[in-house]
């Protein structure tokens, strides 16, 4: 079972990208080549994909948060934690490796999130490369850089995946993270 973050705005979010992608091919002339006029398609599902990864951070560190909070006793400690954190989410903008690797350390205590980014023909450093990638992409799609970034529909009909590929590695370190280290009950079994 993966979390509410993963589930309700991960992977509900990245659905989006995945109709533009369906739009795209139901817009291709049948003919070889680059398909003209279908490239904003591209460009809207790498932004739609960070978006997504942006939106998983910042939830799935609040479900954590919420998980951490004390049954009983004095909640000083946790509340004080609790509203600092929030505030680093009110500010987070820009989903990159590194600080997603800062804002669960700070959030939660985990040492480097970005070990997890591993599975089968990805390693960790291809998976912070490629999100990276995906970063720079969206930054320039973003800010309006011109020429405009040719993103190839191959490139962006595949991103939804490795989002959502780097979101179950996460979901499965913060989970080990709250259940082996911190010793509290699984809030989403595996």
Same mark, same amino acid.
């Given at each position: ?11 509900? @979010?990245l659905?989006d990208?995945?109709? @533009?992608d369906?739009?795209?091919?139901r817009l291709?002339?049948g ?7 279908l490239? &904003?398609?591209?460009r ?10 942006e939106?998983?951070?910042?939830? @799935?560190? $609040?479900? &954590? ?16 934690? +609790?509203? &600092? ?6 500010? +987070?903008n ?6 997603? $690797?800062?804002?669960?350390? !700070? ?9 997890? %980014?591993? %599975? ?21 799609i ?5 020429? $405009? ?7 962006? &009909?595949? @991103?939804? !995946? +490795?989002?959502? $590929? ?25």
């Amino acid at each position: 079972m993966s979390s509410n973050a993963f589930a309700v705005h991960l992977d509900e @979010l990245l659905k989006d990208a995945e109709e @533009l992608d369906d739009a795209h091919t139901r817009l291709r002339t049948g003919n070889p080549g680059r398909q003209f006029g279908l490239a &904003s398609l591209n460009r809207a599902a790498v932004v739609l994909c960070v978006s997504a990864w942006e939106s998983y951070i910042e939830e @799935l560190i $609040r479900e &954590s948060l919420l998980v951490m909070r004390p049954t009983t006793g004095a909640m000083g400690v946790w509340s004080t934690h +609790f509203a &600092s954190m929030s505030g680093h989410l009110g500010r +987070f903008n820009t989903p990159n490796a590194e600080n997603v $690797r800062t804002l669960l350390h !700070d959030a939660l205590g985990l040492q480097d999130v970005r070990n997890s %980014w591993a %599975w089968r023909n990805c390693t960790s450093q291809q998976a912070i490369q490629r999100l990276g990638a995906a970063m720079r992409q969206r930054h320039e799609i973003a800010h309006g850089v011109n020429p $405009r970034p040719v993103v190839h529909n191959h490139y962006s &009909s595949q @991103l939804p !995946d +490795f989002i959502r $590929r780097l979101g179950r590695a996460t979901d499965n370190a913060v989970r080990h993270q709250l259940v082996t280290i911190l010793g509290i009950a699984n809030p989403w079994p595996a």
